[in-house]
Protein backbone atom coordinates (compact mmCIF):
# COMPACT_ATOMS: atom_id res chain seq x y z
CA UNK A 1 0.00 0.00 0.00
CA UNK A 2 1.52 3.60 -0.75
CA UNK A 3 0.21 6.14 1.74
CA UNK A 4 -0.31 9.30 0.37
CA UNK A 5 1.49 12.62 1.44
CA UNK A 6 -0.86 14.89 3.29
CA UNK A 7 -0.45 17.65 0.88
CA UNK A 8 -2.20 15.78 -1.68
CA UNK A 9 -5.68 16.14 -1.05
CA UNK A 10 -7.58 13.79 -4.11
CA UNK A 11 -6.44 10.85 -5.41
CA UNK A 12 -8.61 8.38 -6.90
CA UNK A 13 -6.96 6.15 -9.56
CA UNK A 14 -9.55 3.10 -9.45
CA UNK A 15 -12.74 1.84 -7.97
CA UNK A 16 -11.13 -0.21 -5.75
CA UNK A 17 -8.33 0.81 -3.60
CA UNK A 18 -8.41 1.71 -0.15
CA UNK A 19 -10.85 4.32 0.30
CA UNK A 20 -10.11 7.08 2.88
CA UNK A 21 -12.07 10.13 2.25
CA UNK A 22 -15.35 10.12 0.60
CA UNK A 23 -18.49 12.56 0.24
CA UNK A 24 -22.25 11.82 0.95
CA UNK A 25 -25.47 13.92 1.30
CA UNK A 26 -27.96 12.77 4.09
CA UNK A 27 -31.53 12.03 2.11
CA UNK A 28 -33.21 14.48 4.83
CA UNK A 29 -35.64 15.56 1.62
CA UNK A 30 -35.22 12.49 -0.06
CA UNK A 31 -38.45 11.93 -1.93
CA UNK A 32 -39.68 11.34 -5.65
CA UNK A 33 -41.33 14.01 -7.00
CA UNK A 34 -41.25 13.34 -10.89
CA UNK A 35 -40.41 9.81 -11.53
CA UNK A 36 -36.89 10.12 -13.83
CA UNK A 37 -35.63 6.35 -14.01
CA UNK A 38 -37.89 3.28 -14.46
CA UNK A 39 -37.18 2.31 -10.23
CA UNK A 40 -38.96 6.04 -9.48
CA UNK A 41 -41.88 4.76 -11.56
CA UNK A 42 -42.14 1.79 -10.23
CA UNK A 43 -42.13 3.26 -6.35
CA UNK A 44 -44.02 6.43 -7.53
CA UNK A 45 -47.39 5.22 -5.66
CA UNK A 46 -45.78 4.14 -3.06
CA UNK A 47 -42.62 6.70 -2.47
CA UNK A 48 -40.30 7.10 -0.09
CA UNK A 49 -39.84 6.50 3.97
CA UNK A 50 -37.66 9.66 4.65
CA UNK A 51 -36.70 8.82 8.20
CA UNK A 52 -36.67 5.42 7.46
CA UNK A 53 -34.29 6.77 4.10
CA UNK A 54 -32.47 8.84 6.98
CA UNK A 55 -31.68 6.11 9.24
CA UNK A 56 -30.37 3.48 7.19
CA UNK A 57 -28.20 6.18 5.44
CA UNK A 58 -26.97 6.99 9.23
CA UNK A 59 -26.10 3.17 9.21
CA UNK A 60 -24.23 3.35 6.27
CA UNK A 61 -22.41 6.13 7.51
CA UNK A 62 -21.36 4.35 10.40
CA UNK A 63 -19.88 1.77 8.39
CA UNK A 64 -17.69 3.19 6.10
CA UNK A 65 -15.94 5.25 9.57
CA UNK A 66 -16.05 2.13 11.30
CA UNK A 67 -13.76 0.97 8.48
CA UNK A 68 -11.33 3.82 8.47
CA UNK A 69 -12.97 6.07 5.83
CA UNK A 70 -13.87 9.70 6.57
CA UNK A 71 -17.17 10.79 5.44
CA UNK A 72 -17.52 14.23 4.73
CA UNK A 73 -21.65 15.22 4.50
CA UNK A 74 -23.07 18.05 2.32
CA UNK A 75 -26.01 20.20 3.30
CA UNK A 76 -29.33 18.44 2.20
CA UNK A 77 -31.52 21.33 0.90
CA UNK A 78 -35.56 20.85 0.07
CA UNK A 79 -35.34 21.58 -3.49
CA UNK A 80 -32.83 18.65 -3.99
CA UNK A 81 -34.82 15.17 -3.73
CA UNK A 82 -31.95 13.21 -5.01
CA UNK A 83 -28.90 14.42 -3.63
CA UNK A 84 -28.19 11.53 -1.60
CA UNK A 85 -26.57 10.67 -4.80
CA UNK A 86 -23.53 12.37 -5.01
CA UNK A 87 -21.80 10.10 -7.08
CA UNK A 88 -23.38 12.43 -10.21
CA UNK A 89 -22.17 15.41 -9.46
CA UNK A 90 -18.35 14.81 -9.72
CA UNK A 91 -15.52 12.27 -9.75
CA UNK A 92 -12.07 12.10 -9.13
CA UNK A 93 -10.05 10.82 -11.89
CA UNK A 94 -6.42 11.10 -11.10
CA UNK A 95 -5.59 13.62 -8.85
CA UNK A 96 -7.90 16.03 -10.45
CA UNK A 97 -11.55 16.59 -9.22
CA UNK A 98 -14.28 17.36 -11.84
CA UNK A 99 -17.62 18.55 -11.36
CA UNK A 100 -20.55 17.61 -13.35
CA UNK A 101 -23.34 19.78 -14.82
CA UNK A 102 -26.30 17.60 -14.39
CA UNK A 103 -28.58 16.30 -17.42
CA UNK A 104 -32.04 16.50 -15.60
CA UNK A 105 -33.68 19.78 -14.24
CA UNK A 106 -34.49 18.31 -10.78
CA UNK A 107 -31.48 17.75 -10.39
CA UNK A 108 -29.47 20.92 -11.41
CA UNK A 109 -27.76 23.28 -8.80
CA UNK A 110 -27.32 20.06 -6.77
CA UNK A 111 -23.24 20.60 -7.50
CA UNK A 112 -23.06 24.04 -5.85
CA UNK A 113 -22.42 22.79 -2.37
CA UNK A 114 -20.06 19.91 -3.50
CA UNK A 115 -18.25 22.87 -4.81
CA UNK A 116 -18.42 25.04 -1.82
CA UNK A 117 -17.12 22.10 -0.22
CA UNK A 118 -14.55 22.10 -2.45
CA UNK A 119 -13.26 25.43 -1.93
CA UNK A 120 -13.43 25.85 1.82
CA UNK A 121 -11.22 22.49 1.56
CA UNK A 122 -9.16 24.40 -0.86
CA UNK A 123 -9.08 21.52 -3.53
CA UNK A 124 -8.81 22.63 -6.96
CA UNK A 125 -10.84 21.50 -9.26
CA UNK A 126 -12.43 21.57 -13.06
CA UNK A 127 -15.53 22.49 -13.98
CA UNK A 128 -17.02 21.03 -16.89
CA UNK A 129 -19.30 23.82 -17.97
CA UNK A 130 -21.81 23.10 -20.57
CA UNK A 131 -20.45 19.11 -20.99
CA UNK A 132 -23.20 16.41 -19.76
CA UNK A 133 -21.13 14.10 -17.91
CA UNK A 134 -22.39 12.37 -14.64
CA UNK A 135 -20.14 10.46 -12.22
CA UNK A 136 -22.46 7.22 -12.17
CA UNK A 137 -20.93 6.98 -15.64
CA UNK A 138 -17.55 7.10 -15.24
CA UNK A 139 -15.71 4.13 -14.04
CA UNK A 140 -11.73 4.63 -13.46
CA UNK A 141 -9.20 1.47 -13.57
CA UNK A 142 -5.72 3.07 -14.28
CA UNK A 143 -4.59 4.47 -16.90
CA UNK A 144 -8.11 3.34 -18.35
CA UNK A 145 -11.38 5.33 -17.88
CA UNK A 146 -14.95 3.92 -18.98
CA UNK A 147 -17.56 6.07 -19.41
CA UNK A 148 -21.20 4.74 -20.38
CA UNK A 149 -23.24 6.99 -23.52
CA UNK A 150 -26.59 7.47 -21.81
CA UNK A 151 -29.14 9.62 -21.29
CA UNK A 152 -27.54 11.94 -19.01
CA UNK A 153 -23.82 11.45 -20.31
CA UNK A 154 -23.43 12.45 -24.05
CA UNK A 155 -20.19 11.66 -26.89
CA UNK A 156 -18.93 15.51 -27.07
CA UNK A 157 -18.65 15.20 -23.18
CA UNK A 158 -16.82 11.86 -23.35
CA UNK A 159 -14.48 13.65 -26.19
CA UNK A 160 -13.84 16.41 -24.28
CA UNK A 161 -12.79 14.66 -21.31
CA UNK A 162 -10.57 12.62 -23.34
CA UNK A 163 -9.05 15.64 -25.08
CA UNK A 164 -8.30 17.24 -21.28
CA UNK A 165 -7.05 13.74 -19.94
CA UNK A 166 -4.54 13.09 -22.67
CA UNK A 167 -2.51 10.29 -20.38
CA UNK A 168 -5.97 8.25 -20.02
CA UNK A 169 -7.25 5.95 -22.60
CA UNK A 170 -10.97 7.56 -21.90
CA UNK A 171 -13.46 4.38 -23.58
CA UNK A 172 -16.90 5.34 -24.49
CA UNK A 173 -19.67 2.46 -23.09
CA UNK A 174 -22.90 2.78 -24.91
CA UNK A 175 -25.98 0.92 -22.92
CA UNK A 176 -29.72 0.87 -23.43
CA UNK A 177 -31.75 3.56 -22.43
CA UNK A 178 -33.42 1.19 -20.03
CA UNK A 179 -31.11 2.10 -17.04
CA UNK A 180 -30.09 5.44 -15.81
CA UNK A 181 -25.92 5.23 -15.23
CA UNK A 182 -23.21 2.67 -16.68
CA UNK A 183 -23.00 1.57 -12.58
CA UNK A 184 -26.26 0.36 -12.73
CA UNK A 185 -25.01 -2.96 -15.14
CA UNK A 186 -21.61 -2.56 -14.76
CA UNK A 187 -19.45 -2.13 -11.80
CA UNK A 188 -15.36 -2.63 -11.40
CA UNK A 189 -14.85 -3.90 -8.19
CA UNK A 190 -11.01 -5.66 -8.15
CA UNK A 191 -8.00 -5.00 -10.96
CA UNK A 192 -9.36 -8.57 -12.06
CA UNK A 193 -13.25 -8.83 -11.18
CA UNK A 194 -16.47 -6.90 -12.29
CA UNK A 195 -19.94 -6.79 -11.84
CA UNK A 196 -22.22 -6.92 -14.96
CA UNK A 197 -25.90 -7.26 -16.00
CA UNK A 198 -25.77 -8.99 -19.04
CA UNK A 199 -26.80 -8.23 -22.64
CA UNK A 200 -27.41 -4.78 -22.02
CA UNK A 201 -24.44 -2.92 -23.16
CA UNK A 202 -22.90 -2.80 -26.66
CA UNK A 203 -22.06 -6.46 -27.93
CA UNK A 204 -18.50 -4.93 -28.29
CA UNK A 205 -17.26 -3.39 -25.61
CA UNK A 206 -18.99 -6.00 -23.39
CA UNK A 207 -16.62 -8.50 -25.33
CA UNK A 208 -13.69 -5.85 -24.71
CA UNK A 209 -14.65 -6.02 -21.48
CA UNK A 210 -14.65 -9.53 -21.31
CA UNK A 211 -11.41 -9.90 -22.25
CA UNK A 212 -9.85 -7.43 -19.29
CA UNK A 213 -11.94 -8.92 -16.38
CA UNK A 214 -13.85 -11.83 -15.21
CA UNK A 215 -17.27 -10.47 -15.67
CA UNK A 216 -19.67 -11.85 -12.41
CA UNK A 217 -23.22 -12.38 -13.68
CA UNK A 218 -25.88 -10.54 -11.80
CA UNK A 219 -29.53 -11.53 -12.25
CA UNK A 220 -32.53 -9.63 -13.41
CA UNK A 221 -34.07 -9.75 -10.10
CA UNK A 222 -30.98 -9.20 -8.12
CA UNK A 223 -30.23 -5.92 -11.04
CA UNK A 224 -33.45 -4.81 -10.12
CA UNK A 225 -32.50 -4.62 -6.37
CA UNK A 226 -29.04 -2.89 -7.73
CA UNK A 227 -26.91 -6.11 -7.27
CA UNK A 228 -24.29 -4.41 -9.48
CA UNK A 229 -23.94 -1.24 -7.81
CA UNK A 230 -21.78 -2.12 -4.56
CA UNK A 231 -19.21 -0.28 -3.02
CA UNK A 232 -15.30 -1.42 -2.70
CA UNK A 233 -13.55 0.24 -0.05
CA UNK A 234 -10.47 -1.75 -1.06
CA UNK A 235 -8.59 -5.30 0.66
CA UNK A 236 -11.04 -6.91 -1.34
CA UNK A 237 -14.02 -5.38 0.88
CA UNK A 238 -17.02 -4.32 -0.43
CA UNK A 239 -20.63 -3.16 0.35
CA UNK A 240 -23.41 -4.43 -0.63
CA UNK A 241 -27.30 -5.12 0.07
CA UNK A 242 -28.32 -8.28 2.23
CA UNK A 243 -31.43 -8.95 -0.23
CA UNK A 244 -28.92 -9.35 -3.32
CA UNK A 245 -27.92 -13.29 -1.56
CA UNK A 246 -26.38 -14.49 -5.24
CA UNK A 247 -24.29 -11.43 -5.75
CA UNK A 248 -22.93 -11.49 -2.10
CA UNK A 249 -22.36 -15.35 -2.23
CA UNK A 250 -20.67 -15.10 -5.53
CA UNK A 251 -18.47 -12.27 -4.50
CA UNK A 252 -17.55 -14.48 -1.14
CA UNK A 253 -16.71 -17.56 -3.39
CA UNK A 254 -14.36 -14.99 -4.75
CA UNK A 255 -12.66 -14.05 -1.36
CA UNK A 256 -14.37 -11.07 -1.03
CA UNK A 257 -15.45 -9.67 2.69
CA UNK A 258 -18.89 -9.04 1.90
CA UNK A 259 -20.12 -5.96 4.32
CA UNK A 260 -23.94 -5.86 3.86
CA UNK A 261 -26.15 -2.73 5.03
CA UNK A 262 -29.63 -2.31 4.44
CA UNK A 263 -30.08 1.01 2.27
CA UNK A 264 -33.97 -0.35 0.56
CA UNK A 265 -35.50 2.48 1.57
CA UNK A 266 -32.62 4.49 -0.87
CA UNK A 267 -32.73 1.99 -3.61
CA UNK A 268 -36.69 2.90 -4.64
CA UNK A 269 -35.11 6.04 -5.98
CA UNK A 270 -32.89 4.08 -8.09
CA UNK A 271 -29.56 4.08 -6.66
CA UNK A 272 -27.52 2.20 -3.73
CA UNK A 273 -24.02 2.33 -2.56
CA UNK A 274 -21.97 3.65 -5.34
CA UNK A 275 -24.59 6.46 -6.03
CA UNK A 276 -24.48 7.44 -2.67
CA UNK A 277 -20.66 8.06 -2.64
CA UNK A 278 -18.19 10.64 -4.29
CA UNK A 279 -14.62 9.37 -3.55
CA UNK A 280 -12.25 11.92 -3.07
CA UNK A 281 -9.33 10.03 -1.50
CA UNK A 282 -8.39 6.38 -2.39
CA UNK A 283 -4.53 4.68 -1.63
CA UNK A 284 -3.08 2.68 -4.64
CA UNK A 285 -2.82 -1.07 -3.42
CA UNK A 286 -0.14 -2.75 -5.00
CA UNK A 287 -2.33 -5.27 -6.51
CA UNK A 288 -1.93 -7.11 -10.25
CA UNK A 289 -2.95 -5.30 -12.99
CA UNK A 290 -5.80 -5.98 -15.12
CA UNK A 291 -5.78 -8.62 -18.49
CA UNK A 292 -5.12 -6.23 -21.63
CA UNK A 293 -7.23 -7.35 -24.42
Known amino acids: MNILPDYIKSSCFSEYDILKKVVLCQPDFMTIR ?11 KENIDTDLAKKQHK ?3 ETLQ ?11 AEKFP ?13 NQVFVAEM ?9 RPFINWL ?6 YTNLIGDKIEGGDVLVDRNTVYVGVSNRTNE ?5 LQSILPSYDVIAIPFTDTYLHLDCVFNIISPNDALIFPGELDEEKERLLSSRYNLIEVSKEEQATLGTNVLSIGEKRVISLPINKQVNNKLRDLGYHVIEVDITEIIKSGGAFRCC ?11 EKPKSD
Open 59 to 61: IFV
Open 277 to 287: TLPILRDQENL
Open 119 to 124: ENEKIT
Open 82 to 94: EQVFTRDIGFTLG
Open 156 to 160: NAIQH
Open 34 to 44: EPINETQKQYL
Open 66 to 76: ENGIEVMLLPP
Open 103 to 111: AHDVRKGEE
